[in-house]
C-alpha cells in the first residue's frame, strides 16, 4: 500500500480536514497514480477492482472542478448497477460536504421516475446512473447534460458483459464534446478499447495490477463428492465460524437449494437471484449489510454490482468456469487492509476448472480435505433483525427521526439500535436479534414524526 498522503495534491484545506475525518490519511495505489491525472484535467483509463478507492478517486476529481453555485448537472457518473450507483453517490456525498451546498442525484430503474424527475426540475451538481434510466430521461428531455464537464465511466467493463455500451456511447454523444472523460475498469479487454477510442482524448492509462498484496487472501480448495457440495459447505462455514461470508453458486436453482440447506440447518442465509424483483432485492441486501443475515448466496450475475466493504470470507460452492470470474470472486474479500479467506470446493469433474485457476494464479493446485470441525450443534444466528418500516425520504423520515422514536417512545437503548438505512419508499432498521421480536407489538403503534408507519420485521 502506499503511504503517500493526500496533503501532496493541490486539494483545499477543507477537502484535506474532510478527508481526515473519513479515515482516508493516505492515497491508495490507484488513487496515487490516477489523481495527479484527474485533477489536471487529462482524460484517463484506469484499470482497478472494485475496492481499490476509485470512487474517491475520480470523486475528488469531480468535486474539484465543480461550481456549487451553477445549479446544473456538472458531472455524470455511470455505473452498471442500481446497488453500485447507490454506493457512488454515498461516497460522493461524504466528499462533498467540505464543498457546501452540492446535490448528488442518483437516476437508476427500479424506482418511479416521477420524483427524479422533480429532483431534476430543482436542480443538481451530480448525476449517478445506470445507462437505461439516464437514456429514459434523456428521451423525455428531463434531463440536459450540456454542461457536464466531466463523465466517468465506473466498470465499464461489466457495462460491456451485460450489453450496456452502446447505450453507454448515446449518453455520451449527448454530453459536450470537450470534457473531461474517466473510465474505470477491473479488465480492459479489446472490446472496450475500440471504444475508448472513441470517447476518450489522448488519454493517459494507469494500472493497478493487484489490489490485494500478497497473503492478503488465504487461498484453499477442497476436495468433494459432487452429491456432498452443500453439506460440505454448511461444514465449511460451522469450521470458521465467520461474521458474514459470500457464497457463490453458479445457477439460481443451486442459490435457492443452497440457502434452505444452510437455513434448515441453523444459519441465517439469504438467496440473492436474477428472479428477484428490485424490492426483493433491496429487502435482502439490506439485511446483509446489517448484519441480520450473515450468509448471501449469489450468481455472479445477481452479485453485480454488490459491494461490501468488509467481507471476511467468499465460498464458491460451485467453482466458476473462467478463471477470471473465480479471481472476481476472490476478490471481495480481503479488501483494502484486511485480510480474507476464499474457500473453494472442487468436485471430481471440476477438477480440471481447479488446475485452469491454479495456473492462471501461477501456484500449484493443491486439493485439501474437508477439515474437521471444531464445534458441533447449530451456528450461531446473525445478532441482528432487521424492521422495515413502509416510509422513506418521501416521507421525509431522517435516520434521526427513527432513532428517536425507538429510544424514546419505543424504549429501546440506543445500543439495541444497529445501522439505519433509508430509501426512497422504506426504512431499514437493524435491531439486536436478542429484543426484536419481543419488542415489535410495542413498536409497531409508536408515532414516528408524529404518525404512526406501517412496518414488519424481515425474517
Known sequence: MTTLPFSQLPLSPAQLDNLASMGYLAMT?????????????????????????????????????????????????????????????????????????VKVLTLTGGASARPQNESLAHGAHVIVGTPGRLLDHLARQTLDLSAVSTLVLDEADRMVDMGFFPDVMQIAHACPYKRQTVLFSATYPESIRADAEHLLTDPEFVKVDAVHSEGQIEQHFYEIEAAERFQA?????????????????????ACAELSSHLKRAGFSALALHGDMDQRDRDDVLAQFSNHSSNILVATDVAARGLDIASLPMVINVELARDPQVHTHRVGRTGRMQETGLALSLCAPDEQYVASRIAQQDDRPLHLEPLPRQ????????????????????????????????LTGDGGLTREQVGKIQITDQVSYVALSRAIAHRAFPHLENILIKGKKQRMKLLS
Do not use: Y
Request: aromatic share 4%; glycine share 8%; charged share 20%.
Open 29 to 101: 495505489p490507484i488513487q496515487a497514480q490516477s489523481l495527479p491525472v484527474i485533477l489536471a484535467g487529462r482524460d484517463l483509463i484506469a484499470q482497478a477492482k472494485t475496492g481499490s478507492g476509485k470512487t474517491a478517486a475520480f470523486g475528488l476529481g469531480i468535486l474539484h472542478r465543480l461550481d456549487p453555485a451553477r445549479w446544473a448537472p456538472q458531472a455524470l457518473v455511470v455505473c452498471p448497477t442500481r446497488e453500485l450507483s447507490e454506493q457512488v453517490a454515498t461516497e460522493l456525498r461524504r466528499l462533498a460536504r467540505a464543498a457546501g451546498n
Open 233 to 253: 459447505a454448511a461444514a465449511l462455514l460451522r469450521h470458521f465460524q465467520p461474521e458474514s461470508a459470500l457464497a457463490f453458486c453458479n445457477t439460481k436453482a
Open 374 to 405: 471444531k464445534t458441533a450443534g447449530r451456528p450461531a444466528q446473525a445478532p441482528m433483525v432487521t424492521l422495515l418500516v413502509l416510509g422513506g425520504k418521501k416521507a421525509k423520515l431522517r435516520p434521526g427521526d427513527l432513532l428517536g422514536a
